[in-house]
């Protein structure tokens, strides 16, 4: 099963973030096909988390689905922008979408190890 389009997921994921009244925002825009989406969160108390593609040995049942991995949890907003800017580097097709939660959960499918 071939993996959906990044610039469709984004789409959706953007759109259900805010009809949940949570701000979500399109910060750089990646390759519309296969660009990998990072997920910045912001969780309005001066921390940050971060969500990157998980790799694919860590991925359980679908390999279609987008699959990610807690990089960082709650650091400081540096660190978080830091770890982007490295990664523009080495991947300058990626997607950085920054999104606005008091909570934990932002609605994504984690590997068994960022379940923890």
């Known amino acids: 099963?071939?993996?959906?389009?990044?610039?469709?997921?984004?789409?959706?994921?953007?759109?259900?973030?805010?009809?949940?009244?949570?701000?979500?925002?399109?910060?750089?825009?990646?390759?519309?096909?296969?660009?990998?989406?990072?997920?910045?969160?912001?969780?309005?108390?001066?921390?940050?988390?971060?969500?990157?593609?998980?790799?694919?040995a860590g991925r359980e049942?679908?390999?279609?689905?987008?699959?990610?991995q807690r990089r960082f949890r709650r650091v400081e907003p540096a660190k978080v922008r830091e770890r982007i800017q490295q990664e523009i580097k080495f991947d300058p097709d990626l997607w950085v979408l920054s999104l606005d939660l008091r909570g934990e959960d932002p609605g994504i499918e984690l590997d068994a190890g960022s379940k923890l």
């Open 61 to 68: 049942g679908n390999e279609a689905a987008l699959v990610f």
């Open 1 to 56: 099963m071939a993996a959906l389009r990044s610039d469709l997921w984004v789409s959706a994921f953007v759109r259900r973030h805010n009809d949940l009244g949570n701000m979500c925002v399109v910060s750089r825009r990646g390759d519309p096909i296969a660009g990998q989406v990072f997920i910045e969160v912001d969780h309005l108390d001066g921390a940050v988390s971060l969500f990157t593609p998980a790799p694919m």
